[in-house]
């Protein structure tokens, strides 16, 4: 079994930066994508950002280079760094983990408000 564990999220003014971070413990062998998805109250789920062990990375259509992931496959760790922050990127990020199965994360809130 697979944990995910968040942190990073907050509060930050329009055009600011934040860093995600998570962790994944438990059975982390071959956890060969990680990665980011986001929730916006009364959207459905949509793809951010992942990336895959070999080092490929897909991006969500909305993230216009704003966004960049990064992986310490060594760690088990996915990093996400968000920079020119809009108030429409505020949403509940979730980190995601596939090796055959996939897991989640509990979410973490980031809020892009003045």
């Known amino acids: 079994q697979v944990q995910l564990v968040e942190s990073g999220g907050g509060l930050v003014q329009p055009g600011g930066s934040l860093r995600l971070s998570c962790v994944a413990t438990g059975s982390r062998s071959s956890i060969y994508v990680m990665g980011w998805y986001r929730q916006a109250p009364g959207k459905e789920r949509e793809l951010v950002a992942t990336?895959?062990?070999?080092?490929?990375?897909r991006y969500g259509e909305f993230v216009k280079g704003r966004f960049t992931i990064s992986r310490d496959n060594g760690a088990s760790t996915v990093y996400l760094q968000m920079t020119r922050l809009t108030p429409e990127d505020t949403a509940v990020y979730y980190c995601y983990g596939l090796n055959g199965l996939q897991f989640w994360g509990q979410g973490t809130q980031v809020t892009v408000s003045s």
């Open positions: 990336m895959a062990s070999g080092g490929s990375r």
